[in-house]
């Protein structure tokens, strides 16, 4: 209806275009862009509905999300052909800055202004691609068959190689056909650049990401970023497979990870000498189960002291915590309706996701609630660095010492020994989460590219992911697991990921220089000092996000630097380098060991129990003759989990107790005739002493007489 609504406004609009004055034409202009962006909104709530009922695994999911995504591309071009019949640039002044935004939005919506035939072969490939990838129970963890989520945690634990190699072979037999993608998908790029009126896919991609020359600054900031990737790639080979594998490729599955973007899996074997704050984290999460709702629950904890204010409580518990990881955000375009698909595993890695995503809610709660965000302006189909950076910046601060404490993980007194060995640890974990999805980003963008613009010769095309990646990344991966990521899947640019990771140091760098000691609250200064990240929020996409950065950063830079990610893993940087170069000068060896801790119940004053006068009733005790029967098997699959923090218990055994009616005293209170019994031996001991002094006293004054007597006899004979 609405759609039909709009065709007629703009028929109306062109008969009397003629005759209208510059302010008619604004008028009009602005009334149809509202009409285009209700229609675009309907949508936006039809497609949620789908892609929410295809991630929880509805029977009929997959159809209904295949079919609105069609649909979808053939309103975007139909609306994109209304806008541009009313659409006059000399009728807007110089004053209508955000009218010209959403009209240049709704002009320019990406891919789904291509063809048609062409928009549907591309999500029928991804859709089908991601569903299949998702929801297959049939992978190769080993002993048995089992889902994605399964074959993560599986990754995870394995330590032996075959094994490890024959998961990942079965996560790539559900990989969508390669040649369909080099031949049928990835060439769709080209016609969705012509139709966005750009002349390449470098410079449409930079649009998207709106940064001109934003591959090219991406490139630059990687060059400065490769060393210390390199050290890390060097001392996880030291680590897997001694000094002989230092400088080499590392097979991907080595990695336990299915694409080799995230190595966190990795971090057991990769912990220095002192890594207490690792195993204390670690034991702590699994005790309080922080997984799923319960660490979502934990990240909007941290949001709220951060001072933007509190995620309404049912898009927590009206989300789904049965999927898998990393999190699904499904956004229905309407106030407080946005729920997302996530798994509910412990680990530090989904802890601190968790954090991200939380905060990529509230981004979107905080830019709706700006009065001029209509649907294009909170909803724009741009890949906004700022948009990836903020809540990248919180999922840094959920490592915070300050955050660590007040989670109940770690105690902020026992981070104050040694506090730089625990900052290397904690750097260790984000690094093996961050350095590889940089590193993917720049990778896969640029393979693309090079396929695009014909760098890389027929005979070597199908073979070139798996060469490139080796060259790159120094990674042994297959021809095809670059296919395992969505946004390769849906020809969507990677660069804008790349540019919000980096941007998130920078904004780190920025709050933590205004500190004035290092170990101060720097969640209470972000929180007191949040404004300038709520008013960056509250934009949405009405100002291009590299016109921010100033005010984002507090007027420090205007533009994305390296220096701030490298300053910030400069223990890291100097630990790498003591490992890989045993002649180098850094010293780590100057640990100071914390106090034990000490056991509250040791403190404790025992209070004898009070024995009263009343008569104690003693029930028989039923229990096994034979002690073999009295052990109580435990499930040690269960218990596998908290083997670095507890000791594993496989049985307990119960002895066989004394009867209480052989303690039983027939003539009398037993506990009285305890107390006469002592008291008479020590009367007996008492009198027996004393009689011995008296003896001893007597004979020593007998020999003291016959002493004297003799002396007398002797004087006597004189």
């Known amino acids: 209806m ?28 602005l009334s149809l862009l509202d009409l285009v962006e209700f229609d675009y909104q309907d949508q936006c709530g039809q497609r949620a509905t789908a892609a929410w009922d295809e991630l929880t695994g509805n029977s009929k999911g997959l159809s209904l999300k295949m079919e609105r995504d069609k649909s979808f591309g053939i309103f975007a071009r139909q609306q994109k052909m209304d806008v541009k019949t009313a659409f006059k640039s000399q009728s807007l002044t110089s004053s209508d800055d955000i009218l010209r935004r959403r009209v240049k939005l709704l002009l320019q919506p990406g891919d789904s202004i291509m063809e048609t ?47 490890l190699k024959r998961m990942k072979l079965s996560w790539e037999k559900k990989l969508p056909d390669l040649t369909e993608y080099l031949e049928n998908i990835l060439p769709l790029l080209r016609n969705a650049s012509k139709e966005n009126l750009y002349n390449s896919v470098e410079e449409y991609w930079d649009a998207l990401g709106e940064y001109e020359g934003g591959l090219l600054k991406a490139r630059e900031i990687w060059d400065n970023v490769k060393p210390l990737y390199m050290k890390l790639q060097k001392y996880v080979a030291l680590r897997l497979k001694g000094s002989e594998a230092v400088g080499k490729p590392i097979p991907i599955h080595l990695l336990k990870s299915l694409m080799g973007d995230d190595w966190s899996n990795l971090i057991e074997i990769l912990l220095p000498k002192h890594s207490d704050i690792y195993q204390k984290v670690y034991a702590n999460l699994h005790l309080m189960d922080m997984g799923g709702l319960n660490a979502f629950k934990e990240a909007e904890k941290l949001i709220r002291h951060l001072n933007f204010g509190e995620i309404p409580t049912e898009i927590l518990t009206e989300s789904d915590y049965n999927g898998t990881c990393p999190t699904n955000i499904v956004d229905w375009c309407q106030p407080n309706k946005i729920r997302f698909v996530t798994c509910k595993d412990v680990s530090i890695a989904n802890f601190i996701e968790a954090h991200e995503a939380a905060m990529k809610i509230k981004y979107k709660l905080i830019a709706a609630t700006h009065s001029n965000n209509t649907y294009i302006l909170r909803e724009a189909p741009r890949y906004s660095a700022v948009y990836e950076a903020i809540p990248g910046f919180v ?53 693309r590219l090079r396929l695009l613009m014909g760098k890389i010769p027929m005979p070597q095309i199908f073979d070139s992911w798996r060469e490139f990646r080796k060259n790159f990344s120094y990674i042994e991966s297959s021809n095809d697991d670059v296919l395992g990521d969505p946004y390769v899947l849906t020809n969507k640019p990677l660069v804008g990921k790349f540019m919000g990771l980096i941007l998130k140091y920078q904004l780190y760098q920025s709050f933590a220089e205004e500190l004035m000691l290092d170990d101060s609250d720097l969640i209470s200064h972000v929180a007191d000092r949040n404004q300038r990240l709520v008013d960056v929020m509250m934009q949405g996409y009405d100002l291009v996000w590299t ?47 914390p106090p034990s801790e000490v056991d509250d119940s040791q403190n404790e004053i025992f209070v004898e129990p009070e024995i009263t006068n009343k008569e104690v009733v003693h029930e028989e005790v039923q229990t096994h003759e034979n002690i073999d029967e009295n052990i109580i098997d435990t499930d040690d699959e269960s218990n596998a989990k908290f083997s670095l923090e507890t000791s594993t218990v496989g049985v307990l055994e119960i002895k066989n107790p004394v009867p209480a009616e052989d303690q039983k005293n027939t003539e009398g209170n037993p506990t009285e005739a305890s107390y006469n019994v002592y008291w008479w031996l020590g009367v007996g001991v008492a009198i027996t002493v004393l009689v011995i002094l008296v003896a001893i006293i007597v004979r020593k004054r007998h020999n003291h007489r016959k002493q004297l007597e003799r002396q007398r006899r002797q004087h006597t004979r004189a």
């Open 2 to 29: 609405r759609a039909a609504l709009s065709f007629l406004c703009v028929c109306f609009y062109a008969l009397l275009s003629s005759g209208t004055t510059s302010g008619d034409d604004t008028r009009w202009l």
């Open 395 to 447: 999922s840094l601060l959920s490592l915070n010492p300050h955050s660590l404490d007040r989670a109940g993980l770690y105690p902020l007194d026992k981070f104050t020994y040694n506090p730089n060995y625990h900052r290397l640890v904690l750097q260790l974990i984000i690094a093996l989460r961050d350095l590889p999805k940089l590193n993917f980003y720049m990778a896969a963008d640029e393979w």
């Open 117 to 163: 035939e062409q928009w549907i072969r591309l999500v029928t490939f991804a859709d089908y691609s991601i569903n299949r990838l998702r929801f297959a129970t049939d992978y190769d963890c080993g002993p048995t068959n089992c889902t994605l989520r399964e074959l993560h945690n599986s990754l995870a634990r394995e330590q032996d190689e075959e094994i």
């Open 547 to 593: 016109e921010m950065v100033s005010d984002l950063l507090a007027k420090r830079e205007n533009g994305l630097e390296y220096t701030a990610m490298t300053d910030y893993f400069r223990l890291l940087d100097e630990y790498l380098d003591s490992q890989l170069d045993p002649a180098s000068e850094t010293n780590f060896d100057d640990y100071v060991e």
